[in-house]
């Protein structure tokens, strides 16, 4: 069955970094785009970033964009989130999520399985 497992996730100080992990199981992880959300406080959820199944082109939510770079091993079958110049609106749960096909959308119910989340904290 499809897993997704992420990992990485805790407390950080304004303006550092935190990178996240996906580890992906049960597909054929390079034939999917994949796609990190997250849901702060009280919020609702929130696509963040996505990138090709074959990694050849990546989306970013303004709200991060140049700060935060996706990226993926598909012989190791890893999604990856570098987050950089952390701020406080960025604390949130977040998930990483395989799309039904290869192009990755901002749309989230077009994601059809989900990871169970990893907490990021940003706070002084």
């Known amino acids: 069955q499809v897993q997704l497992e992420e990992s990485g996730g805790g407390l950080a100080q304004p303006g550092g970094s935190l990178r996240l992990s996906c580890a992906a199981s049960?597909?054929?992880?390079?034939?999917?785009?994949m796609s990190w959300a997250r849901q702060a406080p009280g919020k609702g959820l929130e696509w963040v970033s996505g990138i090709y199944s074959d990694g050849s082109d990546t989306l970013y939510a303004d709200s991060v964009k140049g700060r935060f770079t996706i990226s993926r091993d598909n012989a190791k079958n890893t999604l990856t989130l570098q987050m950089n110049s952390l701020k406080p609106e960025d604390t949130a749960l977040y998930y990483c999520?395989?799309?039904?096909?290869?192009?990755?959308?901002?749309?989230?119910?077009?994601?059809?399985?989900w990871g169970q989340g990893t907490q990021v904290t940003v706070s002084s």
């Open positions: 999520a395989k799309h039904r096909g290869a192009v990755p959308q901002t749309r989230l119910p077009e994601y059809d399985y």
């Open positions: 049960g597909f054929t992880f390079s034939s999917y785009a």
